[in-house]
């Protein structure tokens, strides 16, 4: 029966992260499945962003990116992925 438990929290892991992922698709733009907005997860082609595992980090490479295009960015903790994403500032 162990494996079934192990099979069963899989499972659920899987409904968990795929639930995240509607519940935040949906808060940002109704009628489409690309979750966009300057806190995601994914960048505005639908992929996953680079995860910084601290703020410095994210922070560091906030400043490469504004470097290179030339706009303010800033960086946040991703309520999906639990690391930190760089975006432009509002
Ligand atoms: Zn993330």
Redesign the pocket.
Known sequence: MTTWAVLGVAVAAVGLVWYWSGRYGGRARRGTSLVRGPH???NAKGR??V?YATREDALAGARRASARDGAPMSVYR??????W?VGHAK
């Not at 991703?78 to 690391?83: G, L």
């Open positions: 995601t997860h994914v996953a962003k995860g991703c309520d999906t992925c639990a690391r994403h």
